[in-house]
């Protein structure tokens, strides 16, 4: 079967694809060939030793590094197409009428000041994200870093019939983004990785620009910087609510790897899901050092060898087989990778309505430097579960909040069933049941316990 690989390259290049994303694409492909489906199974890992785990509580947070070698790299690729969106999420408005593209760019340019450094800021974008993203950002001429682009754009993988692992034809549905784990690919292929090195940048801090939280920390900097670590990633403690998420393992020869959901054999998911053992997640909040990663890249004709994931679709009743890989994998690929235990305060995305309304709400505060905290006493965030029927998209949460958000300061978790508005002075405290049979509106008033309308 591997002969059909001809097929696939005839219809990258058609596509102008560079080199490196079909050597990318051959190696997977040759992998599903061999019969690979990327599993990682229970028996060949365990659960991460404490002398790879680092607590962020106990950084040094009065040391202070040069952030001259620091540059931001945000992943702003997605749709919001859970939210039933069809632009990209990051326009979205988050605090004061300002979207998640002016407060990254801000948290950016208040830091740039603070500390007198020049901390580029990257955007990796797709051809869906990239006009409206550099429409934003003209308003903030500033940002650009001289030498380097605004953004980089995201690649494509050809889709694969899973019947005989031909090439999938279709008029608009041939081809899928090979995941957020091609970052590292697309610096080298774009040149932005020659020039952060011929600028003195040394390490990148590479996130989701759907968390605000997420902001380039300068004692995490130091710690890399002090203790030559290659690769770090954040990790927080699994809650009831993280366990269909990947979790972090590690192989018996001490190398931290990812798992992720897909990689797991359905046979396994219970203890894939049991966050008593796999205690922690990836936040996708990601820090590396750029030689290393220049020189791992230079192994592996322009890519990263990252775990397999291979997804399996269904379009126009064809089953089919899309390639991808995770950012976060890369932690094992990097020989004394670590894995930065913090709290929820770093880790605070938009993937559904419940969470951009807990976002928009006094749960979370925009300080004066544009970072987003949790409200004052505040561990995690409001455990928000809402009625599909009526808030699953951003047009309806919008329609339901459109006089006000209700205060979820105090509130530990609140769950809404029916098709239930909020007007002013709205207060949810504890946890919190709303059932409506019909629409309703409510108005002032302190809401401690179930109410059922």
């Known amino acids: ?51 790879n785990l680092v607590r962020y509580s106990e950084l040094d947070k009065k ?74 950002l003209q308003q903030y001429p500033q940002i650009k870093t001289e030498k380097l682009p605004l953004d980089m754009m995201q690649n494509k993988f050809p889709k694969i019939k899973q019947s005989d692992l031909s090439v999938f034809q279709h008029p608009s549905k041939a081809w899928n983004p090979p995941g957020h784990g091609e970052v590292y690919a697309v610096l080298q292929q774009s040149g932005v990785l020659d020039i952060l090195l011929e600028l003195g940048i040394e390490y990148a801090f590479i996130s989701n620009s759907d968390n605000l939280s997420a902001t380039a920390d300068p004692a995490i900097l130091a710690y890399l910087i002090d203790n030559e670590i290659p690769f770090l990633m954040e990790v927080c403690n699994r809650e009831e609510s993280d366990k269909k998420g990947g979790h972090l393992a590690q192989t018996p020869d001490g190398q931290l790897i990812l798992r992720e959901v897909a990689q797991c054999p359905n046979s396994e998911l219970a203890e894939f899901q049991n966050i008593q053992k796999y205690k922690y997640f990836n936040t996708n909040n990601l820090w590396i050092n750029l030689p290393i990663l220049k020189k791992k890249l230079t192994e592996h004709k322009n890519f990263l060898p990252l775990p397999l994931i291979l997804n399996s679709k269904s379009v126009d009743d064809t089953d089919v087989y899309q390639i991808e890989t995770a950012m976060g994998a890369a932690i094992s690929v990097f020989e004394a990778a670590k894995a930065l235990v913090v709290d929820r305060s770093r880790f605070a995305p938009v993937k559904k309505s419940s969470d951009l309304l807990a976002l928009w709400s006094d749960a979370y505060q925009l300080q004066e430097d544009f970072s987003i905290k949790l409200a004052q006493q505040r561990k995690s965030p409001p455990d928000i579960n809402l009625d599909d029927r009526y808030y699953k998209t951003y047009e309806q949460l919008q329609e339901r909040c459109r006089v006000a958000v209700p205060s979820l300061k105090q509130c530990d978790s609140l769950t809404i069933e029916g098709d239930v508005h909020f007007g002013k002075g709205v207060v949810i405290k504890g946890r919190v049941r709303i059932k409506a049979a019909t629409r309703v509106v409510l108005s002032a008033r302190e809401i401690s316990e179930d109410l059922i309308l």
């Open 1 to 51: 079967m591997n002969s059909q690989i001809t097929e696939f390259e005839k219809k990258m290049e058609a596509e102008k694809l560079d080199r490196s994303v079909k050597d990318a694409f051959k190696y997977y492909y040759d992998l599903v060939c061999s019969g690979s489906s990327g599993q990682i199974r229970e028996k060949d890992i365990t659960t991460p030793k404490e002398e």
């Open 63 to 136: 040391n202070q590094p040069d952030m001259n070698k620091l540059a931001v790299v945000k992943l702003n690729g997605g749709l919001g197409t859970s939210m039933g969106l069809d632009k990209a999420k990051s326009l979205l408005p988050v605090k004061d009428s300002l979207t998640f593209l002016d407060i990254i760019t801000k948290q950016i340019l208040v830091q740039r000041e603070l500390t007198g450094s020049a901390i580029p800021l990257i955007f990796l974008n797709s051809f869906n994200t990239r006009e409206d993203t550099l429409s934003i």
